[in-house]
């Protein structure tokens, strides 16, 4: 893995000193670029919580801002390899581990939410979007070009392979709330280590991957997003028209997928 680039750019909108502490030290820090961040024409203090030009403000800074970057840019195959999302509709859940043709089968749904500031024209209300590959006006190939090279990496240097799902927890947008940065960072921090490989597994009924049933530090109200909503029958109702949703979309690759990878996808 490398990194062509010699810094970093963030979202800085509402950054919180707690939450990102070493993103939030470098707005303060000689050198960084700010994009449409507000600030006091008298003391020049800066406000990150302003949203008066645009909820996508940014944050540019150097490599070496960050105490814990590799200076050569440059790392080993991955371990683990993390597929993230945003799920507005409140129905996925904070982490699941995939198996390899799982792994395709998202990646190349790219599903996501667009959210507010983003792009022009976007209402305050999230849009659910399925992006292929996650990029999908880079992609020249068909997806299943980029997808058999995912795979053939995978398989040979063993890789673990993980969905994170860092959109809404306890219902939808406008009901639940976003998922809290301590527990992804903590999710996160369990697959990295090779903790979430001990924890107990169950089989999601709807898109058929393994989801931990435990994990310090995050409640099991959240790992079980079903036990946050009010109603479970409600959540299962928006589980499976969200998985309508990707099974419709899929059908214009299954002609060029395995049959493996096509049978990866939820079950309606």
């Not at 198996?99 to 983003?118: C, E, R, V």
């Not at 697959?191 to 924890?199: F, I, N, S, V, Y």
Request: glycine share 8%; with cysteine; charged share 20%.
């Amino acid at each position: 893995m490398f990194n062509f680039e010699g810094g970093y750019y963030a979202k800085v909108i509402r950054l919180s000193p707690t939450a990102e502490p070493q993103i939030y030290a470098t707005t303060r820090m000689f050198g960084t670029i700010l994009e449409n961040v507000v600030y006091d024409p008298v003391t020049r203090l800066i406000d990150l919580d302003d949203d008066s030009i645009t909820e996508n403000t940014r944050a540019s800074y150097p490599l070496e801002y960050i105490a814990n970057a590799v200076p050569s840019k440059m790392a080993g195959h991955p371990k683990n390899i993390i597929l993230l999302t945003c799920d507005a509709s409140g129905v996925l859940p904070p982490i699941a581990r995939l198996t390899p043709d799982q792994t395709l089968y998202q990646f190349i749904s790219g599903y996501t939410s667009k959210l507010a500031g983003t792009e022009a024209g976007l209402g305050k209300e999230p849009e659910m979007t399925f992006s292929t590959c996650f990029g999908a006006p880079f992609m020249v190939h068909h997806p299943s070009f980029y997808a058999d090279l995912l795979k053939r990496k995978i398989l040979k240097h063993g890789s673990k392979c993980w969905l994170v799902n860092t959109g809404w927890s306890g219902g939808p947008y406008g009901v639940g709330k976003r998922m809290s940065i301590a527990h992804t960072r903590r999710l996160l921090d369990a697959a990295l280590t090779g903790e979430l490989q001990k924890a107990q597994y169950v089989t999601d009924p709807v898109f058929g991957f393994a989801v931990p049933t435990s994990c310090d530090g995050v409640p099991s109200s959240v790992l079980a997003p079903s036990a946050s909503w009010p109603s479970k029958e409600v959540y299962m109702q928006k589980y499976r028209q969200l998985a309508a949703r990707f099974i419709e979309n899929f059908k214009k690759f299954e002609a060029g997928c395995s049959k493996e990878v096509v049978n990866a996808g939820p079950k309606v």
